[in-house]
């Protein structure tokens, strides 16, 4: 059974920091993509905020590129948000994802969110 847990969500002002944390636990394969993404209420999509590839590399959204710096874990199962300059529309529910992979057969995760809310 694989569970993703976030912390690190909060009240920040804007041009503020914080750093969000998702430790997967359980039997995750080697071919893997963690992600975050953030929804907010008024919303039915969430948007893909930024992706590491278990080989490490990332990309961004536009909205959050030379801000956000996603990064993984010396473990590589916990994955890591550094989120610098927050701006109030910054302002949803985070969600850690992790897909991955058994040959063809692709294997999708969520957590279960965490709050961030940037002030002006």
């Known amino acids: 059974q694989v569970q993703l847990v976030e912390s690190g969500g909060g009240l920040v002002q804007a041009g503020g920091s914080l750093r969000l944390s998702c430790a997967a636990s359980?039997?995750?394969?080697?071919?893997?993509?963690m992600k975050w993404y953030r929804q907010v209420p008024e919303e039915k999509q969430r948007e893909l905020v930024a992706?590491?590839?278990?080989?490490?590399?990332?990309n961004y959204a536009e909205s959050v590129l030379g801000r956000f710096t996603i990064s993984r874990g010396n473990a590589k199962n916990t994955v890591y948000l550094q989120m610098n300059n927050l701006r109030p529309e910054d302002t949803a529910a985070y969600y850690c994802?992790?897909?991955?992979?058994?040959?063809?057969?692709?294997?999708?995760?969520w957590g279960q969110g965490t709050q961030v809310t940037v002030s002006s």
């Open positions: 992706t590491i590839t278990s080989g490490g590399g990332t």
């Open positions: 994802n992790l897909d991955m992979w058994n040959g063809p057969t692709k294997y999708e995760y």
């Open positions: 359980g039997n995750i394969f080697s071919r893997n993509v």
